[in-house]
Every structure is written in structure tokens, then in C-alpha cells.
């Protein structure tokens, strides 16, 4: 049964011979009455702070949760980057060992071809001097026949010229130009 302020103010009891004080019964229902009706704004304040830290509770509750799907997406997210980022570095580091690779290859081919150079331009150098000292020691041959060849020339001007004092000069024409 619920009994609001009014039903205590407006009780009445009946009366006997005996009875109770009539006024010490309807103070004391005067008395009850408000403390009754204090109770019930005590317990309508409470009932409302009730429903609103329940509303703040639920808010805070779906912002929890709300906390929560952010964070594990974060997390996610966070674990996709560092993969993807884990792949782009072992990418890279693929790509310079494969360049590294390369540029070794290219280079120890090119060590090569210089090397083959440095050896056909000692070749050719060798050979140069080869033909250049056997120009040379040609030409020395060439300047000691010419020597002997002046030596045997001028033996022989002078055996002719020995036969020409024997020949008339009457009769000969001949110049000779040197």
C-alpha cells in the first residue's frame, strides 16, 4: 500500500472513551506528515542524482567502449604499419643488397676490361720499343753502312780519279757534279 503526505494529513481515527490524546495524535500525524513528506523530496532528489549518474555512467561506460575500439584500432593500425613498414625496410634493403650485387658485378667487369687495357697497352708499349730498337739499331746499321759505303765511295773516286789523270784530258768531256 503507498501512502502519500496527504493520506497522513487527512487520516482520521476514531474516537473512543479511553481513548488517545486527540491534539499530542494529530500533531504527532502533523509531525509524520512532514517528515514523510521530506523523504519523499529526499527520495525524488535522490532518485533524479540516481538517474543522472546513471545516464553518466552509461555515457561513461559507451565512452569507455568507444575508448576501447579506438585503442584496439590503433593497436591494429599500429601493428599493419609496423608490418608494412618491416616489408618497405626488407624491400629496400633487398633492393640495395640487389644494386650492391650489381654495382660489383659492373665493377669487377670493368676492373677486368681495365685490366685487359693496362696489359694490350703494355703489349703495344713492349712492342713499340721492340720496333723502335730495331728501327733504331736499323738505322745505326743504316749510318755505319753509310759509313763504309762513304769509305768505299770515296775509294772508289779516287781509284777513278786516278784512271782519269791516265786519260787525256782532250778528250774527255765529262763532269762530274757530287
Same mark, same amino acid.
Given at each position: 500500500m503507498k501512502i502519500s503526505?496527504?493520506?497522513?494529513? =487527512?487520516?482520521?481515527?476514531g $474516537?473512543?472513551?479511553?481513548?488517545? =490524546? #486527540?491534539k499530542q495524535v494529530d500533531e504527532f500525524i502533523e509531525e509524520v506528515g512532514m517528515a514523510y513528506e521530506r +523523504?519523499?523530496?529526499?527520495?525524488? %532528489? +535522490? /532518485?533524479? &542524482? =540516481? &538517474? $543522472? %549518474?546513471?545516464?553518466?555512467? *552509461? *555515457? /561513461?561506460?559507451?565512452?569507455? !567502449? $568507444?575508448? /576501447?575500439?579506438?585503442?584496439l584500432t590503433v593497436q591494429e593500425t599500429a601493428r599493419e604499419i609496423t &608490418? /608494412? *613498414?618491416h616489408k618497405e625496410a626488407d624491400l629496400i634493403i633487398k633492393k640495395a643488397e640487389l644494386k650492391a650485387e650489381r654495382l660489383e658485378r659492373e665493377a669487377k667487369i670493368k676492373l677486368q676490361e681495365e685490366y685487359k687495357s693496362l696489359q694490350s697497352l703494355k703489349e703495344t708499349r713492349e712492342l713499340f720499343k721492340?720496333? @723502335?730498337?730495331?728501327? %733504331? &739499331?736499323?738505322? +745505326?746499321? @743504316?749510318?755505319n =753502312?753509310?759509313?763504309? @759505303?762513304?769509305? !768505299?765511295?770515296? $775509294? !772508289? #773516286?779516287a781509284v777513278k780519279a786516278l784512271d782519269l789523270e791516265d786519260v787525256d784530258d782532250d778528250n774527255l768531256d765529262i763532269t762530274l757534279d757530287f
Amino acid at each position: 500500500m503507498k501512502i502519500s503526505p496527504i493520506d497522513i494529513y =487527512n487520516r482520521e481515527f476514531g $474516537k473512543s472513551t479511553f481513548g488517545y =490524546n #486527540v491534539k499530542q495524535v494529530d500533531e504527532f500525524i502533523e509531525e509524520v506528515g512532514m517528515a514523510y513528506e521530506r +523523504l519523499l523530496k529526499e527520495l525524488n %532528489l +535522490l /532518485q533524479d &542524482e =540516481n &538517474e $543522472k %549518474l546513471r545516464e553518466k555512467v *552509461a *555515457a /561513461q561506460e559507451e565512452m569507455e !567502449d $568507444k575508448l /576501447q575500439r579506438i585503442l584496439l584500432t590503433v593497436q591494429e593500425t599500429a601493428r599493419e604499419i609496423t &608490418e /608494412q *613498414a618491416h616489408k618497405e625496410a626488407d624491400l629496400i634493403i633487398k633492393k640495395a643488397e640487389l644494386k650492391a650485387e650489381r654495382l660489383e658485378r659492373e665493377a669487377k667487369i670493368k676492373l677486368q676490361e681495365e685490366y685487359k687495357s693496362l696489359q694490350s697497352l703494355k703489349e703495344t708499349r713492349e712492342l713499340f720499343k721492340i720496333r @723502335l730498337k730495331t728501327m %733504331l &739499331e736499323g738505322y +745505326l746499321e @743504316l749510318i755505319n =753502312n753509310t759509313e763504309e @759505303l762513304d769509305e !768505299d765511295i770515296e $775509294k !772508289d #773516286v779516287a781509284v777513278k780519279a786516278l784512271d782519269l789523270e791516265d786519260v787525256d784530258d782532250d778528250n774527255l768531256d765529262i763532269t762530274l757534279d757530287f
